[in-house]
């Protein structure tokens, strides 16, 4: 919850601003699910001003100011009540819409800060959910990431967002539980949370950076 660093281990000891990358060869199937399970709400809007992942203006206006109004009460709880509120973006509407989780506010400046890079000039839309929604979605990334023809045994690597598991506190078990039934005793699993996801959607081998999902990558011999 602290969002200061993060660490990589990989035969040697943890260190930061590293990429850890892990090979397979030989007669290996390999499949990835990603589902967030969050839904847009409002009115579509453009982001009009944005360096980095820090949004300035939208449509124009102050983007903290619009914010709270979307929020009402909860505004008074900003930025831990933004977890339960990200935002979605995408270049255009043909485009498959990526989620932003915010981060933190800035009351001088009206601006949001995410955990992603907000292009100016890309569709945005605020996000709700609940906890039914985000377990189903579970559900359907381990759907998505089972492979074509049953396979005795296999590993499941899940990467969840933390904002995520602090949305859904003890609910957390059961997304793990649906994954586990989704994917069966033999497919053994195991993940870890992180700031952020990289996995491609379903239909476009390109991967993407992801926040407040459920990705899945499975292995089987």
Not at 48 to 68: M, R, W
Not at 74 to 88: D, K, Y
Not at 113 to 132: E, I, V, W, Y
Request: glycine share 10%; charged share 20%; with cysteine.
């Amino acid at each position: 919850m602290r969002f200061g660093k993060t660490w990589v281990m990989a035969g040697s000891p943890a260190r930061t601003g590293r990429i850890a990358a892990l090979g397979f060869y030989g007669g290996v199937t390999i499949r990835s699910g990603c589902f967030a399970g969050w839904e847009e709400f409002g009115a579509e809007r453009i982001i009009t001003k944005s360096e980095g992942n820090v949004v300035y203006e939208i449509d124009g206006e102050p983007a903290l100011d619009l914010y709270k109004k979307y929020l009402g009460e909860q505004a008074n709880e900003l930025p831990a009540s933004g977890l339960r509120f990200p935002m979605s973006i995408q270049m255009t509407k043909a485009d498959r819409a990526v989620i932003r989780t915010l981060l933190a506010v800035d009351e001088v400046a009206h601006s949001l800060t995410f955990a992603g890079d907000m292009p100016q000039g890309h569709l945005c839309k605020l996000m709700r959910t609940d906890l039914d929604n985000l377990i189903d979605s579970a559900g359907l990334a381990a759907a998505e990431a089972q492979p074509a023809n049953q396979i005795e045994t296999g590993l499941c690597l899940l990467v969840s967002c933390v904002g995520r598991r602090l949305v859904m506190g003890q609910a957390t078990e059961d997304e793990l539980d649906i994954v586990q039934e989704k994917l069966g005793a033999e497919t053994y699993i195991t993940g870890f949370y992180s700031y952020g996801e990289l996995a491609p959607f379903s239909n476009i081998m390109q991967c993407q950076l992801h926040n407040q999902t459920m990705t899945l990558t499975t292995i089987y011999e």
